[in-house]
């Protein structure tokens, strides 16, 4: 499906810096193209991980993950949320098709609270609020995430037709609405745990997440 979007040929954004990245993936070593890039504000950052065909070029719809940063799960493989397992699960995919990549959002911690606000919420979830009403709670928006640099940095890199790994249709409308065209989404399935039910069924019942 086509987006009737139109996007301008000028972004907002720097392409900062690039490297070649070697990572070791589940026994793996792997080499990946990394691009840094920088937002109009100084906070908004992100990098582009790619997994290309060897010769540069696939003609294949690129295999997308938009990852928002998680500092306690991504780093510290918390148990409160599915995050880090949805990476895990989203590189993967990503590593085995000849044309993937993963973008990564460190802005989007908590959902775009930021790290602070997110243990707050926190707390108020250990005395049994949920994480919709805890955002309500601390007076932070339920999702304040924003996907203009995502789709910005997809343009630059010749990716408007995507495969999106999500289980959340409002980022599908978000990068749609901002011209890229996601032709299927890819769902990423994760195990919950007695830590992170809850998390999960907040996800499924009241944003609208296929889980």
């Known amino acids: 499906m086509k ?5 301008s040929a000028i972004i907002d954004i720097d392409w900062a810096a690039q490297t070649v990245l070697p990572i070791e993936f589940r026994g793996r070593e792997l080499h990946l193209e990394a691009r840094a890039y920088q937002g109009k504000e100084a906070h908004d950052q992100a990098m582009a991980l790619i997994n290309r065909a060897t010769n540069g070029h696939s003609s294949m719809t690129p295999v997308v993950r938009v990852h928002s940063g998680c500092v306690t799960g991504d780093i510290f493989h918390s148990l409160r949320c599915d995050c880090y397992n949805q990476l ?6 990503i ?10 959002l460190p802005s989007h911690e908590g959902r775009g609270i930021g790290l602070v ?9 250990d005395k049994g609020l949920d994480t919709v009403d805890a955002n309500v709670e601390i007076g932070a928006p339920i999702d304040a995430r924003d996907y203009t640099l995502a789709a910005d940095i997809l343009f630059d890199l010749g990716f408007p037709e995507i495969k999106l790994i999500t289980n959340n249709p409002a980022k599908i409308e978000a990068l749609r609405t901002h011209g890229i065209s996601v032709v299927e989404q ?3 399935v994760t195990v919950p745990c007695s830590h992170n039910k809850r998390y999960l069924e907040t996800k499924r019942s009241r944003m609208a997440h296929k889980l």
Do not use: F
Request: aromatic fraction near 6%; glycine fraction near 4%.
């Open 95 to 104: 590593v085995d098709t000849p044309n993937g990549m993963l973008i990564y």
């Open 117 to 125: 606000n997110k243990i707050r919420a926190y707390a108020l979830q």
């Open 88 to 93: 895990q699960a989203a590189l993967e995919l």
């Open 3 to 7: 987006s009737s979007a139109v996007k």
């Open 186 to 188: 890819v769902p990423v």
